[in-house]
C-alpha cells in the first residue's frame, strides 16, 4: 500500500498545484478585467470633457485634411465633377448656337473649339 498512497499523494499535490494555477489564473483575468473597466471609464471621462472634445475635432480635422490630400480623393473628385463639368460644357455649346442663329456673330468652329473630347449629345448635333 505504500506505493498506493504514495502515488495518490503526488496526484494530490498536482491537483492542488493546477488547482493554485488555475486560481492565480482567474485572479489575473479579475485583475485586467477591473483594469480595463478603470481605462474604458477613464477614457469615456475624457472623451466628453472639453479636452476630449477638441481631441476629437481635432482628430477628425486631421483626418479630413488627410483624405483630401490622398488620390482617393482626388479620383472621387474627378469622377463626380466630370457629368457636372461635360454638362456646362453641352449647355455652353447650345447657347453658342442659339447666338450664332441669331446673331451670326461666331461660328460652328469656334464652338466646336469648347473642349473638343466631351461629345456633343443626342439633342445637341445640329
Known amino acids: 500500500m505504500g506505493r498506493l498512497e504514495a502515488a495518490l499523494k503526488q496526484r494530490e499535490n498536482d491537483f492542488s498545484q493546477v488547482k493554485g494555477e488555475r486560481d492565480e489564473a482567474l485572479e489575473n483575468v479579475a485583475a485586467w478585467e477591473r483594469r480595463f473597466e478603470r ?12 479636452s476630449g472634445v477638441a481631441f476629437i475635432a481635432k ?9 483630401q490630400e490622398s488620390d482617393e480623393f482626388e479620383t ?11 454638362d456646362a460644357i453641352r449647355k455652353c455649346r447650345r447657347v453658342l ?5 441669331e446673331k451670326g456673330q461666331i ?3 469656334d464652338i466646336g473649339r469648347l473642349d473638343p ?10
Open 107 to 109: 461660328d460652328e468652329e
Open 39 to 50: 481605462e474604458v471609464s477613464t477614457g469615456k471621462r475624457f472623451l466628453a470633457s472639453a
Open 117 to 126: 473630347e466631351v461629345s456633343e449629345g443626342e439633342d445637341e448635333a445640329s
Open 97 to 101: 448656337r442659339q447666338t450664332l442663329h
Open 76 to 86: 472621387i473628385l474627378t469622377d463626380r465633377a466630370a457629368p457636372i463639368y461635360d
Open 59 to 67: 482628430s477628425q480635422e486631421e483626418a479630413i485634411s488627410r483624405f
